[in-house]
């Protein structure tokens, strides 16, 4: 692996299934991100983790949890999956404890609840 | 609250200039962060401003105002692969990034 992955590419699902969509980064950060990208709105913050071990609560929470059972991997699950979850979904990590909190990206996900 | 302001979409000529400008504000201030988004693709790094003044990078510059929360992304020499969006994220005092909508930079031959 090198820098950040995420799984699925891309995923169709039924709404009311549960999802979860996975991220892993091989940089060793101590900080990772989940955000959400729909057209015409900047990219919204979902859930971070500050270090493993820790999450917190973004822009737009609801309908989503993460954990951060390590330093490499921060997945993020719909219990309920909604339409107004389609969305592209980009994780991203970094090192901020140098008070310079430059994100690196993986590829996404692009998700369509039906 | 937190806001930030970026036109929605620019057109230029390739071979020109064009400069792409961010109003902000935010609670607290470490910073200024400018991504790149090809159509499809992920934000990657372009550049980074916490005082005053420009930071040139090739053919990227770009400028921070703190007092006036302003900034501008201002790109030479223009390129058809420098067809994407541009993103203006300032670190609020949490170190958070607070990303703007983006400006879609369409470049015509």
């Known amino acids: 692996i090198a820098g950040i992955t995420q799984a699925p590419t891309s995923q169709i699902l039924a709404a009311g299934r549960r999802m979860t969509l996975r991220c892993t980064q091989d940089?060793?950060?101590?900080?990772m991100y989940w955000y959400r990208q729909d057209l015409g709105l900047g990219l919204r913050l979902i859930h971070y983790?500050?270090?493993?071990?820790?999450?917190g609560k973004g822009e737009v929470p609801d309908g989503y949890s993460v954990s951060r059972a390590n330093t490499d991997d921060f997945p993020l699950t719909l219990a309920s999956a909604v339409p107004s979850q389609t969305s592209v979904y980009f994780c991203?990590?970094?090192?901020?404890?140098?008070?310079?909190?430059?994100?690196?990206f993986g590829p996404g996900t692009r998700l369509t609840v039906l | 609250g937190q806001n930030i302001d970026q036109p929605t979409e620019m057109t230029a000529t390739e071979g020109a200039i064009v400069q792409i400008n961010c109003t902000y504000q935010?609670?607290?201030?470490?910073?200024l962060f400018w991504y790149q988004q090809h159509a499809g693709e992920a934000p990657t790094f372009l550049s980074y401003?916490?005082l005053d003044g420009l930071e040139e990078k090739g053919r990227f510059s770009s400028f921070l105002s703190r007092s006036k929360g302003y900034s501008y992304l201002l790109l030479k020499e223009l390129q058809m692969k420098d067809s994407a969006s541009y993103l203006c994220?300032?670190?609020?005092?949490?170190?958070?990034?607070?990303w703007g909508a983006g400006t879609k930079l369409i470049i015509k031959p």
């Open positions: 991203a990590s970094s090192d901020s404890n140098q008070g310079y909190n430059e994100q690196f």
């Open positions: 940089m060793r950060h101590n900080a």
């Open positions: 983790s500050n270090t493993a071990g820790t999450t």
């Open positions: 935010t609670s607290g201030f470490n910073g």
């Open positions: 401003n916490v």
């Open positions: 994220a300032p670190m609020d005092s949490n170190y958070q990034l607070i």
